[in-house]
């Protein structure tokens, strides 16, 4: 196939792989001259049409992707050609190894670079399951994780490809259930055709376990289901305890999100080895260990927060011009404003002079509600949210070019006394609370807020934790 053109468009470069019914390609963009990766879905004696299905999905959830460290969806279109018939899907190509790569040349990754993956994965996959409906990718193994060339006390980039397997919990609940994935990386639930993202979990700690081992996590002994990786690998007993949480056999025993393993994963787990003997009750919120780690920034997050030893601000932008909202909040405000005019108009014209007075005291409430709505179309446009705190006070403003609003009023910096983190599972609207003496100072992800995700109220609730030398309060409900 070297040198063919498909599509009218790219020419073939190189075989990068093959397996039955399907090849993988590198291409060059004839249009862009920019290299590509053409997967390939040939029909054939071995084609089935569970393998259409699943390459139909890695295309339509590739096309709604939004993440620099998940390939690009760039096209798809069908090939009907004298030697080849079938579908093709055009990602962006990422000059990078894979991790099996990597370790089949012999090289050895540390305990620090080893979090730093995981770290990096733990990311994409908040971003993944955090999605509507959430996207599980069900097939992550190092043959499906590049990394980039090293870079100072960096690992090097760390990508997530290959989402032939990749299900959404939508299809899950209105569709029939495939079973994919690779032996050795498939939690027990996979094998049953039940995927849930703690499920990506388990494939994430057995790829860790892996590097850690240098050997394939279906080779390593087992015992009641559990991995035996212990005495292969050189680890400290509160990372050996993560991994052990990670590849928990027992769904309601594993972690249950890639939150809660990100937030755990830099934490001593004094409690897992008591937690994992004794098994932990069905259905428990509980946490084994109160997080106290600091959750970096979400990439896709427009906050901004500068903070010294005497002061922190954060200033929240606002949503800004999501078309959706600007239509109905502008056509809203059109016809209130209208009502209100023409019925003011109205009144004022059939009414006797001695009555314009009445008239107009009467229509002030309206022209109130009309001046608070045109502030708030312009504030979802170009407004913003500060809040500063220091020594002294604190503050917390709406600011609409030269005009502030403080909501509520500004207090007292000593009077500062909780901190309180509600999930989304607990409320339905995450929020992050702020008490000083009797002032509430709130957050919360809405539809009008300029925080984006839950991801993002986490991350300030533990800038201000860390700031404040505050304790989170029921930060996981309990």
Known sequence: MIGQILGER?????LLGKKAGRR??????????ELVIIKLLSFGGDFEWDSLKLFE??????KNLAHPLIPRYLDYFEINSPTIKGFALVQTYIPAQTLEQYLQTGRTFTEAEI??????????????????PPVIHRDIKPSNILLGDRSGNSVGEVYLIDFGSVQTVLATETGTRTV?????????EQFGGRTVPASDLYSLGTTLIYLVTGTHPADLPQKDFRIQFEVAANLSPSFTNWLKWMVEPSLEQRLSSALEALKNLYEPQFEIEKTLAVGKPAGSRIPLKKPTLVVGKPYESNIQLTKNLDSLEIIIPSVGFDLLLIVFTGLFVIAWNSMTLWMTISCLLSIPYTGNMIIALLSLPF???SCWLIYHFLFVLFGHICLRLNSEEITLTEELFTWKVSRPRTSSRQSINKLIYIPKYISGVPALYIWSGEQEYKFSVTNYSGIKSEAE?????HELSDWLGLPITNLMGS
Do not use: C, N, S
């Open 367 to 369: 022209w109130g509600v």
């Open 115 to 132: 979090k730093q993956i995981a770290k990096a994965l733990l990311e994409i996959l908040i971003y993944l399951h955090g999605l509507h």
């Open 57 to 62: 999905r890695e295309a339509e959830t590739l």
């Open 24 to 33: 993988t390609l590198l291409a060059r963009d004839l249009k862009t001259q």
């Open 180 to 188: 994919v994935g690779t032996y050795g990386y498939m939690p027990q």
């Open 10 to 14: 790219y020419e073939v470069q190189q």
């Open 457 to 461: 109220l986490e991350w300030l609730a």
